[in-house]
């Protein structure tokens, strides 16, 4: 059964650093992308980036370039999500999913549980 | 950045009744569209990929249509459990993509 699991919630005050992870099992870890998206409180899904843990390529939406880091440890199956610095605005649920690919069709077939990150001082 | 624009932003439905939503893309994505339902405190789920093939164990009831700029969620007769959130998400320059999703239609029960 594929699964993605992610860590658990984080409260932090503004300034601190973080870092969220994503676990994938049930299936080959290096073989498919993973993508992160941010919810914030009551709105939409914004695709953040995405990385694909077998050579550790990423990409990043131009909205969050240069404020996250997205990296992967494919000895653990595990794909992360950091901030060196927090702002208030950072608070939101954080998603991983994985992306599958049907002939020349993709989209994130599976999803972790999410996290929900609170910044508050 | 392609921007996505769903309409309506809420839809009022009673169930069994017939709900059509739109999804606009500023500039062709070709067939590369998927929706997403995604129902309070849980993570969203995959419906449409290819902008009209139902993702693995989707009930035939949900159905996709459209190519190019112009694309349509139709659930034939609603159940309650479909009263959720529906994103659609397009992608363009793969490897591996620039992801962009629609801000999201709520379909609410009437």
């Known amino acids: 059964e594929v699964q993605l699991v992610q860590s658990g919630a984080e409260v932090k005050k503004p300034g601190e650093s973080l870092k969220i992870s994503c676990k994938g099992s049930?299936?080959?870890?290096?073989?498919?992308?993973i993508g992160w998206v941010r919810q914030m409180p009551g709105k939409g899904l914004e695709w953040m980036g995405i990385?694909?843990?077998?050579?550790?390529?990423?990409r990043y939406s131009p909205s969050f370039q240069g404020q996250v880091t997205i990296s992967a440890d494919k000895s653990i199956s595990t794909a992360y999500l950091q901030w060196s610095s927090l702002k208030a605005s950072d608070t939101a649920m954080f998603y991983c999913?994985?992306?599958?690919?049907?002939?020349?069709?993709?989209?994130?077939?599976?999803w972790g549980q999410g996290t929900l990150v609170t910044v508050s001082s | 950045e392609i921007v996505m624009t769903q309409s309506p932003a809420t839809l009022s439905v009673s169930p069994g009744e017939r709900a059509t939503l739109s999804c606009r893309a500023s500039?062709?994505?070709?067939?590369?569209l998927a929706w997403y339902q995604q129902k309070p405190g849980q993570a969203p789920r995959l419906l449409i990929y290819?902008?009209?093939t139902r993702a693995t164990g989707i009930p035939a009831r949900f159905s996709g249509s459209g190519s190019g700029t112009e694309f349509t969620l139709t659930i034939s007769s609603l159940q309650s459990e479909d009263f959720a959130v529906y994103s659609c998400?397009?992608?363009?320059?793969?490897?591996?993509?620039?992801?962009?999703f629609g801000q999201g239609t709520k379909v609410e029960f009437k």
């Open positions: 049930g299936y080959s870890f290096t073989s498919y992308w």
């Open positions: 990385i694909y843990p077998g050579d550790s390529d990423t």
């Open positions: 500039q062709s994505v070709s067939s590369n």
């Open positions: 999913a994985r992306l599958y690919a049907w002939g020349s069709y993709r989209a994130f077939d599976y």
């Open positions: 290819g902008a009209s």
């Open positions: 998400q397009q992608y363009n320059n793969w490897p591996p993509g620039e992801w962009t």
